[in-house]
């Protein structure tokens, strides 16, 4: 691929989701979806793009919802959710590594046996090294989504945008699409109508700190080959968030 392509986005943080590595498992990490992430990723690169991602845990272990069912607290269920999402970034950077992507696991949780420590200007470092970064164990600390991760960690680095990859959902609509075939589906919409409509696409901390920063949002459906790049190179696809 030509690597001259002027770029809308050049440094991006690509967020998530652990159900999107079950592919039609109930539980776990299936092959496919690891590999078509990783290829997805190895194309985007290819074009010149800086790219760092956040891959959530909720294929293995949701700390909320688990938590309550073995009678943990919740800081405990979220510690263990951390570790899902290691174990997620160890996946995905062996899939990488597979295709002949140079790629880093930084861990918020010292695990200095398989990942390192997360240091941002080590993280900018390695981007500006066309090295892949992927950003595990959420913010370090409990009661914080990796949503919020993601923001925090595109505000760290310098990302131009996140792109929010969703599973089997296309961009922000009005009410689950899934449940609801009259749900509208929005082109574009601020922060601010995210929060006050209550809509299901990242939590509140998350989408104040992109507004305060001013990183857009990309929501798409990562299933869908291709979509990457195509945002990379200015295509409108799924729904814009931004001020």
Known sequence: ??????LKYKRI???????????????GIAPEPVEMIANEIKKAKALGAQIGVVVGGGNIFRGMKNSSKLGMDQASGDYVGMLATVMN?????????KIDVPCRVQSAIDINKIAEPYIRFKAIRH???????????????PFFTTDTASALKASEVDAEVILMAKNKVDGVYSDDPR??????KYEKITYDDIIIK???VMDT???ALCKQNEIPIIVFDFAKEGAICEILKGKKIGT???K
């Open 198 to 200: 209550g809509l299901k």
């Open 240 to 242: 814009t968030v931004s």
């Open 127 to 141: 981007l500006e090294k066309d090295r892949v970064v992927i950003f595990a164990a959420g913010t370090g600390n």
């Open 13 to 27: 943080l690509l967020k998530i989701s652990g159900e999107a590595l079950m592919g039609t498992q109930d539980f």
């Open 1 to 6: 691929m030509d690597r001259k392509i002027n």
């Open 89 to 97: 970034a160890i996946a995905l950077q062996s899939a990488l590594r």
């Open 179 to 184: 449940t609801n075939p009259k749900a509208k």
């Open 205 to 207: 901390a998350a989408c």
